[in-house]
Nanobody, 118 residues
């Protein structure tokens, strides 16, 4: 069964940190570019960070540069998003996404809620 399962979300105070994880199964993880997206209430889903198949190149939304770091472990079929210096405007549902480099097929996870509030 092809799936992405996110974990690590929760409630954190401004300035705090969270680490999201996304475990992949049912497909060849190393052949997929991975990304984290987020969607806040009333807003469109937006790309937060992306990483290449080998993990040698990353890209970030301007709003999270210098605060968030995306990494992947192909041996564990897992991608991570380390989020530091969190702000209330980071509050959203965070989704993991995989895109095949061969077919451009996209897979979505079910999402994990991140709430930044005092």
């Amino acid at each position: 069964q092809v799936q992405l399962v996110e974990s690590g979300g929760g409630l954190v105070q401004p300035g705090g940190s969270l680490r999201l994880s996304c475990a992949a199964s049912g497909f060849t993880f190393s052949r997929y570019r991975m990304g984290w997206y987020r969607q806040a209430p009333g807003k469109e889903r937006e790309l937060v960070a992306g990483i290449t198949t080998a993990g040698d190149s990353t890209n970030y939304a301007d709003s999270v540069k210098g605060r968030f770091t995306i990494t992947r472990d192909n041996a564990k079929n897992t991608v991570y998003l380390q989020m530091n210096s969190l702000k209330p405007e980071d509050t959203a549902v965070y989704y993991c996404s995989a895109v095949s480099i061969l077919t451009t097929t996209r897979i979505w996870g079910q999402g994990t809620q991140v709430t930044v509030s005092s």
